[in-house]
């Protein structure tokens, strides 16, 4: 038996559990009343959800995906002067144990083109990369247009 693969066994599998713990879903955020607003034909929909962190430490959303957009993106809306913008932006700030609510007329999702038709009542599954590479799936409810939440 040769004694130095034996020895090294124990390091090799250690680096494989770290790799592994860093690609893994995040237990440390949670996500809440999800909701997508659907417009009609190919116009842009709008993602909110309320993310929750629950540990001692802040996190930056990164990157959003879904297999059901082309697109997805963070964005956020504002107001000045009497003019509404909207701009893309690169990460979210969560500090720990913090909510950030993405919501209409602030931080909230931008889901372009869709890769099939997307119906009232649909769950779309949307993943969201943290900066420390965990990332969280989440199931987002379409709702209609004229929707005020995740109720309807």
Same mark, same amino acid.
């Given at each position: 038996?040769n004694?130095r693969l034996?020895r090294a066994?124990?390091l090799f599998?250690?680096?494989?559990a770290s790799?592994?713990?860093h %690609?893994?879903e995040?237990?440390?955020?949670q996500?809440?009343?999800a909701w997508? /607003?659907?417009l009609p034909?190919?116009?842009? $929909?709008g993602? =909110?959800?309320?993310?929750?962190?629950?540990?001692?430490?802040?996190?930056?959303? /990164?990157?959003?995906q879904s297999? /059901?957009?082309?697109?997805?993106m963070?964005h956020?809306? !504002?107001n000045a002067? @009497?003019?509404s /913008? &909207?701009? &893309?932006v690169d !990460?979210?700030?969560?500090p720990a144990h913090?909510k950030?609510a993405l !919501?209409p007329? @602030? =931080?909230?999702? &931008?889901?372009?083109s869709?890769?099939?038709p997307v119906?009232?009542g649909?769950?779309?599954?949307? !993943?969201?990369t943290?900066?420390? @590479?965990?990332?969280?799936? %989440?199931d987002f409810?379409?709702?209609? %247009?004229?929707a $005020? @939440?995740a109720?309807?």
């Amino acid at each position: 038996m040769n004694f130095r693969l034996v020895r090294a066994l124990p390091l090799f599998l250690a680096g494989m559990a770290s790799l592994t713990a860093h %690609a893994t879903e995040a237990a440390h955020v949670q996500a809440r009343d999800a909701w997508i /607003r659907v417009l009609p034909g190919d116009l842009p $929909a709008g993602g =909110y959800v309320v993310l929750e962190n629950i540990s001692d430490q802040p996190i930056n959303v /990164r990157a959003v995906q879904s297999a /059901r957009y082309g697109s997805a993106m963070l964005h956020e809306s !504002s107001n000045a002067g @009497g003019v509404s /913008r &909207m701009s &893309m932006v690169d !990460s979210l700030a969560i500090p720990a144990h913090a909510k950030v609510a993405l !919501s209409p007329g @602030g =931080y909230h999702l &931008m889901l372009m083109s869709p890769t099939a038709p997307v119906k009232v009542g649909d769950k779309i599954k949307v !993943s969201f990369t943290f900066d420390d @590479g965990s990332t969280l799936d %989440a199931d987002f409810t379409a709702q209609p %247009a004229n929707a $005020a @939440g995740a109720g309807g």
